[in-house]
C-alpha cells in the first residue's frame, strides 16, 4: 500500500479516500446534459513561467463521444517533475497551445501520466468499453484535469482487478524508466556478482531500480541527499528493506575514500559496479563514474543539479567508460508495444505484492476544488524535501 499524507494542512483540506459513496449518481456533481454533454474542469497555462503564475482551472465541456473517440473521467493523475519542467518551458517537448478548450487564450494541459476510467465509447471503438481503466499509451495527453476524450489508439487498457487507480496511473514513467535502463545497456550478470551504482535512490525511478534489481540479483549502491540525524537513518533501512545492498549520501560518495569502501563492498573489486544511473549532474555524477569498472555504462536520465557533468579524459582513455542518455518519453513513443508488455508486468508484480508503490502525497480533486488549491498543489513539488510523489486522486463527484 501506499504512504499516504496530506499536501494540504496548510489550507485545510483533507486526505481524500478511495472508498465507495452510497450516493447516487443523481446525487453526484458529474454534469452530463440531456445531451450527452460531460462537464470537465481542467488546469491550463497560456504562457510559460512558475506554475503559481501560470495556472489556472477552467471549466468546459464536452460532446458524447463518436467514432473510435473516448470520454475518460480521470481517476489519479501524478505530478512529475517533467510536467512541471514544460510548464517552465524547459523541457525539450512542450504541448501546443490550442482554442480546442475554449479558454480565452490558446492554452494547454499539463500532466503526461494518469489513470481513466472509460465513461463512453463512439460506436467504432473495438478494444475497451464503458468501465474499463486505460492509461496513456504515449506522451503529451494532458491528463491534470476531470475529463478528457481522446481516440482509442491513443490509450492501453489496463486490468484493474487488484490495482488502485494511483498504481495504474503511476506506472508508465518511473517504474519504465528503472526496468528499460537496467536491461537496456548493460547485460549484467547476478551470478558474477554485477553492480550498480544510482543517485537519487529516493525517487520514484531509484525505488523501482531498487526492487527490480533485488528480483534479478542485482547488488546495487543507493546515493541519496543527505538528510540530518534520524530522518537520514530511517530512510537508510527503508531503502536496504527495499532491496539496496549500500546507502550512502552524496557527501560519502564525493569523500576521498569513497572508491576504497567500493572496493571492499565489491570483494575486493573482483566483483564488478557495471552499470550508473544519474538523475542528478554535476560533481555527484562524476563521482559514480569514478567507481564503475572499465567498460562499465554510466546512464543519465536526469540532471536535478543544473550543473553540467565533467568527464576526466582518462575515464575515456584508460576505462573506456560509455556515458548514455535515456529519455523514457523518447522511449514509450517509439517502442508502443515493448512499452506495453513492460507496463503489463510490472503491473502484475503490484497485484503480486512484489512490487512496493512510492510513498504518495494525495491531491484531493473534487467538482468544488478550487483552482488555488490545486495550483498550490502544484507549486508545492518544488519545495524542500517531499514526503512522497504527489497524485490527483479524483472524487467520485467529479
Keep these: 500500500m501506499s504512504q499516504t499524507v496530506s499536501i494540504f494542512t496548510p489550507i485545510r483540506a483533507t486526505i481524500y479516500s478511495l472508498r465507495k459513496t452510497s450516493k447516487s449518481t443523481l446525487d453526484r456533481r458529474r454534469y452530463v446534459s440531456m445531451y450527452g454533454y460531460t462537464q470537465a474542469k481542467s488546469l491550463v497555462y497560456s504562457k510559460y513561467g512558475e506554475p503559481k503564475d501560470v495556472l489556472s482551472l477552467h471549466t468546459h465541456s464536452l460532446s458524447p463521444p463518436h467514432s473510435s473517440l473516448l470520454t475518460l473521467r480521470t481517476l489519479a493523475a501524478p505530478l512529475n517533475p517533467a510536467d512541471i519542467n514544460q510548464i517552465q518551458g524547459t523541457y525539450p517537448t512542450k504541448p501546443p497551445f490550442t482554442s480546442t478548450l475554449g479558454t480565452p487564450e490558446p492554452s494547454a494541459v499539463p500532466g503526461n501520466e494518469a489513470c481513466f476510467e472509460v465513461l463512453a465509447a463512439g460506436s467504432g471503438a473495438t478494444s475497451v468499453k464503458k468501465g474499463d481503466w486505460v492509461i496513456a499509451k504515449y506522451t503529451g495527453l494532458g491528463t491534470w484535469r476531470t475529463h478528457l476524450q481522446v481516440e482509442e489508439d491513443r490509450v492501453l487498457r489496463v486490468d484493474k482487478d487488484g490495482l488502485t487507480p494511483a498504481q495504474a496511473g503511476t ?59 534520524q530522518e537520514g537513518e530511517e530512510l537508510k533501512r527503508e531503502l536496504q528493506e527495499l532491496g539496496a545492498t549500500e546507502v550512502v549520501s552524496e557527501t560519502e560518495v564525493l569523500a576521498r575514500d569513497f572508491p576504497d569502501k567500493v572496493k571492499q563492498w565489491t ?47 582518462g575515464m575515456l582513455i584508460f576505462k573506456n567508460l560509455v556515458f548514455d542518455g535515456f529519455w523514457v518519453s523518447k522511449w514509450s513513443d517509439a517502442n508502443p508495444v515493448e512499452k506495453e508488455k513492460t507496463v503489463g508486468e510490472l503491473l502484475e508484480m503490484m497485484r503480486r505484492g512484489e512490487f512496493r508503490d512510492v510513498p504518495v502525497v494525495e491531491v484531493p480533486w473534487g467538482w468544488e476544488t478550487k483552482g488555488v488549491e490545486l495550483v498550490e498543489a502544484v507549486q508545492g513539488t518544488l519545495e524542500g524535501f517531499r514526503k512522497g510523489k504527489g497524485v490527483f486522486v479524483f472524487g467520485d463527484d467529479t
Design 171 to 229: 506506472v508508465g514513467v518511473n517504474p519504465v524508466t528503472a526496468w528499460r535502463m537496467l536491461k537496456d545497456f548493460v547485460l549484467m550478470d547476478p551470478d558474477k556478482g554485477d553492480w550498480f551504482i544510482q543517485n537519487g535512490a529516493n525517487s520514484g525511478v531509484g525505488r523501482a531500480a531498487i526492487q527490480l534489481g533485488k528480483r534479478w540479483g542485482y547488488k546495487n549502491i543507493a546515493v541519496v541527499r543527505d538528510r540530518p540525524g
Design 267 to 313: 570483494n575486493g573489486g573482483r566483483e564488478h559496479v557495471r552499470l550508473g544511473l544519474n538523475c542528478v549532474g554535476g560533481k555527484p555524477a562524476t563521482a559514480l563514474a569514478k567507481v564503475l569498472a572499465p567498460g562499465a555504462h554510466l546512464v543519465t536520465y536526469g540532471a536535478m543539479s543544473k550543473q553540467p557533468m565533467q568527464i576526466p579524459a
